[in-house]
């Protein structure tokens, strides 16, 4: 989750009279609050705790309130983990009562759509010219759905590849794979050596297996790289996510840790971080763990190495980001001014800094400092030059209930009780499911 920014008031005005002029969504009327009577604002957030989002959260919060606290009250409920945001979001979405403004995570904007409770936010956009120029028309059309309307505004610009710990990698003599055939060499190697190659997890959303699985798919040619950048795919029945599957397969039977298979992530940041594991695959943000001492053993982040993943490749993607669902004038104008400050260009440039993030745009630069001090995401960077292929993640191209039910079949294929093949259809009938 994630961050915060300036406009002049003219600005901002413009915008907040666009706003309250458009009757999207979860819009109604309002009954005039007292005068001097702060906006109640609601957000719900999981970025708390050990989340390596938590203190660039905080900062956001607290210049949200620095700006706007004398005229807005921020409620801000804090749920444990990303499972919990999700549980809790859906279920208020069922009953019309998300909070003002939400964070878009598998499927909570779907939902948000398909029931009225998002704000269509061109409108928003084109009253702040300024704004709009600071997330760039890109990321405007990343998150633009199907109906041709944008319901939500990107935080930020997911490059993913996979880190490594390269004490690892030098004492088998191994560099990071160029094909998936040299990958999964590197892994037979890293086990024959007495090191567990891979760091995986297949709980909750699945989300350092679906990353790796993602790589696999959106490598497999033209096909498999025009199905890993599609959204919703009517199937998941071909080829290049099969081959995809059967080599996660392998990964989860020989190459990965024994509770990988039902584990959530923080299973899978933990083996890497303790070093019993040689990779793993996550975005930037991952790295304020490896020199955290109160979860990486001492001295880890100078052994770590940020590779791409074979054939050239990363995942890229825009995140969804934040939507408004607030459902009066009032909220609704409050919640505008809280999503600029989340995702304007300070935001951005706090998000960069503080996690590693991408910004949306090439207008924020990396300071000399900065790359001294994040050698790996300055790493990221000059690697991303040399990028032949791109695709999105798992989380963003499917359906909730596809990345479900892969978290419920991976055990099965992990245990050789469904082939790839069989978890394909799993896959479909989940699609059928969510129809």
């Known amino acids: 989750m994630k961050r915060v920014v300036k406009k002049s008031t003219a600005v901002a005005l413009v915008g907040i009279l666009?706003?309250?002029?458009?009757?999207?969504?979860?819009?109604?009327?309002?009954?005039?609050?007292?005068?001097?009577?702060?906006?109640?604002?609601?957000?719900?957030?999981?970025?708390?705790?050990t989340n390596p989002n938590a203190e660039c959260e905080k900062k956001l919060i607290e210049r949200f309130n620095e700006m706007y606290g004398d005229e807005i009250e921020l409620v801000v409920e804090e749920l444990p983990s990303d499972g919990a945001y999700l549980?809790?979001?859906?279920?208020?979405?069922?009953?019309?009562?998300?909070?003002?403004?939400?964070?878009?995570?598998?499927?909570?904007?779907?939902?948000?759509?398909?029931?009225?409770?998002?704000?269509?936010?061109?409108?928003?956009?084109?009253a702040d010219p300024e704004y709009k120029e600071e997330i760039g028309e890109d990321a405007i059309e990343a998150v633009r759905q199907p109906d041709g309307g944008v319901y939500s505004v990107a935080d930020?610009?997911?490059?993913?590849?996979?880190?490594?710990?390269?004490?690892?990698?030098?004492?088998?003599?191994?560099?990071?794979?160029?094909?998936?055939?040299?990958?999964?060499?590197?892994?037979?190697?890293?086990?024959?050596?007495g090191y567990t190659p891979i760091a995986l997890?297949?709980?909750?959303?699945?989300?350092?297996?679906?990353?790796?699985?993602?790589?696999?798919?959106g490598t497999d040619g033209e096909e498999g790289n025009k199905f890993m950048n599609s959204v919703h795919p009517d199937s998941?029945?071909?080829?290049?996510?099969?081959?995809?599957?059967?080599?996660?397969?392998?990964?989860?039977?020989?190459?990965?840790?024994?509770d990988a298979v039902g584990g959530g992530y923080p299973v899978a940041s933990n083996s890497f971080c303790q070093e019993k594991t040689a990779m793993i695959a996550n975005g930037m943000w991952a790295t304020a763990d490896f020199s955290n001492p109160e979860?990486?053993?001492?001295?880890?982040?100078?052994?770590?190495?940020?590779?791409?993943?074979?054939?050239?490749?990363?995942?890229?993607?825009?995140?969804?980001?934040?939507?408004?669902?607030?459902?009066?004038?009032?909220?609704k104008d409050a919640a505008i001014k809280f999503l600029k400050c989340i995702t304007d260009a300070e935001a951005q440039k706090m998000r960069?800094?503080?996690?590693?993030?991408?910004?949306?745009?090439?207008?924020?630069?990396?300071?000399?400092?900065?790359?001294?001090?994040?050698?790996?995401?300055?790493?990221?960077?000059?690697?991303?030059?040399?990028?032949?292929?791109?695709y999105k993640t798992v989380d963003s191209t499917a359906l909730p209930s596809v990345v479900n039910a892969m978290s419920k079949y991976y055990p099965e294929l992990a245990y050789g009780n469904i082939t790839p093949q069989e978890m394909t259809v799993k896959m479909d009938e989940a699609i059928k499911e969510a129809e």
């Open 18 to 49: 666009a706003v309250s002029m458009f009757a999207g969504g979860c819009a109604k009327k309002n009954e005039s609050k007292k005068e001097g009577e702060k906006v109640i604002l609601r957000y719900a957030t999981s970025a708390v705790g």
């Open 87 to 126: 549980d809790k979001m859906k279920v208020l979405a069922a009953t019309n009562e998300l909070p003002d403004v939400v964070y878009s995570i598998n499927g909570v904007l779907d939902l948000a759509v398909k029931n009225g409770q998002a704000m269509e936010l061109t409108d928003v956009l084109e």
């Open 156 to 193: 930020s610009n997911t490059q993913i590849g996979y880190f490594y710990n390269k004490a690892m990698f030098d004492d088998c003599g191994i560099e990071p794979a160029e094909t998936w055939d040299e990958f999964m060499e590197n892994c037979k190697i890293l086990k024959e050596k």
């Open 201 to 217: 997890n297949t709980g909750d959303n699945c989300w350092a297996a679906n990353l790796v699985l993602a790589a696999m798919i």
């Open 236 to 258: 998941y029945q071909n080829e290049s996510v099969v081959k995809g599957l059967t080599m996660m397969q392998t990964l989860l039977k020989e190459y990965t840790t024994e």
């Open 295 to 331: 979860v990486a053993v001492d001295g880890l982040m100078d052994r770590i190495g940020v590779a791409a993943f074979p054939n050239q490749s990363l995942i890229s993607n825009y995140e969804l980001g934040y939507s408004v669902c607030a459902k009066t004038d009032e909220t």
């Open 352 to 390: 960069m800094e503080m996690t590693g993030v991408v910004p949306l745009t090439t207008n924020i630069e990396m300071t000399e400092e900065f790359k001294q001090e994040q050698p790996l995401f300055a790493s990221l960077m000059e690697i991303k030059k040399d990028v032949k292929v791109e």
